[in-house]
């Protein structure tokens, strides 16, 4: 126990780690406040936190300049707050999640969201391995694409452990498909809102369309807003992100026997993703414990930041060349998926509502 506080305390107890927090929580603030503006508001605050990260890597750059020491310690502290807040910040998410609602109002939802994800996730993962994109970062822009944008890919991302050595990787495939469904989120809710009300669906199968295909929340609410359907767009949307959990749990037990080493004895070791039972206890306990109900936008506010915090410290790590260099695959992959995904949705809509 000894040991463990003292390796901890030499982590966070640090300069480097003190200027990285700083400077992410700020970052994170920049976002939140930025995405009130029209133009930024489908990009979303998680994103332009990670533009912000990105562009912190010009003054961090003369801060690490000929000094090994410091740029190893602004490594480790950015990716121990990619990391470890990004789940925290997941797990808070989950106090969005209304499950009353969910389970009342969006009865019809979450059925059609779960064959949705299921069938989405096998398509666009199967389309990125067929150009050739790496396993890992197919299988995040699978999720990204298919179930809640970038909060989908940070979940997914702590459900496939890899090698110390291999972290940097992970982390250049993180922001890859972050950037992807970013952008490709944001094509789409334009795309949608100039074209889908000219197919002749009411407003209500225009909400469930535009909550089935798009992929972050402030995409949905966007389209959702411009078709006088924002409550079901809502609904609609928060069923796919519930869809998460099951995601990750099936993904975690897919990747582990697939890509995990074999320990002794011939047998995988599974790594679970223990934050997504925080994200299921933060539903229940903000749909039916009052008090905690009458905060639960506080505590998403919370997640939020600490998410943005996360997304900045990933911009401060990313490499430039890597990501131009494996990041066109991944997003004509998702550019394809997405083509899919919207007719399916629009299909599901006109079927069932």
Excluded at 156 to 163: F, T
Excluded at 198 to 219: D, Y
Aim: glycine fraction near 8%; charge should be positive.
């Amino acid at each position: 126990m000894v040991n463990f506080f003292d390796t901890w305390k030499k982590k966070i107890c640090t300069i480097d780690m003190a200027l990285i927090a700083v400077l992410t929580l700020l970052a994170s603030f920049i976002g939140s406040w930025l995405k009130q503006y029209p133009g930024l508001k489908l990009l979303g605050a998680l994103i332009i936190a990670l533009l912000v990260g990105m562009a912190l890597q010009l003054p961090l750059h003369a801060y690490k300049k000929n000094n090994d020491l410091r740029r190893a310690g602004v490594k480790s502290a950015a990716g121990l707050i990619a990391n470890k807040l990004l789940r925290l910040g997941i797990i808070l998410l989950g106090f969005k999640l209304n499950l009353h609602d969910l389970f009342t109002k969006g009865i019809k939802c979450l059925p059609i969201a779960a064959v949705l994800v299921a069938v989405m996730v096998c398509v666009t993962y199967n389309i990125a391995k067929l150009l050739k994109v790496n396993p890992q970062l197919a299988m995040l822009t699978a999720g990204g694409t298919s179930i809640c944008g970038a909060a989908a890919v940070m979940g997914l991302s702590g459900s496939m452990p890899v090698l110390p050595e291999e972290e940097d990787e992970k982390e250049q495939n993180e922001v890859m498909a972050v950037a992807t469904v970013a952008i490709m989120g944001t094509i789409y809710a334009l795309a949608e809102i100039f074209i889908l009300p000219h197919f002749g669906m009411t407003k209500q199968q225009l909400g469930i369309a535009s909550g089935a295909s798009l992929h972050e929340i402030a995409h949905a609410v966007a389209a959702g807003g411009a078709f006088n359907s924002i409550n079901v767009a809502t609904i609609m949307k928060l069923s796919r992100v519930l869809m998460l959990v099951p995601a990750s749990i099936f993904i975690a037990i897919w990747w582990n026997a697939r890509h995990s080493k074999v320990e002794n004895g011939g047998k995988h070791k599974i790594s679970f993703p223990w934050f997504m039972l925080g994200f299921i206890a933060a539903s229940v306990i903000g749909t039916y414990v009052p008090f905690i109900t009458a905060h639960a936008s506080t505590l998403v506010e919370a997640g939020y930041v600490f998410l943005g915090m996360a997304m900045a410290a990933l911009g401060i790590n990313v490499n430039f060349k890597v990501i131009f260099k494996q990041g066109r695959t991944a997003f004509l992959a998702s550019f394809l998926a997405s083509i899919v995904l919207v007719v399916l949705a629009c299909l599901a809509a006109v079927l069932f509502f």
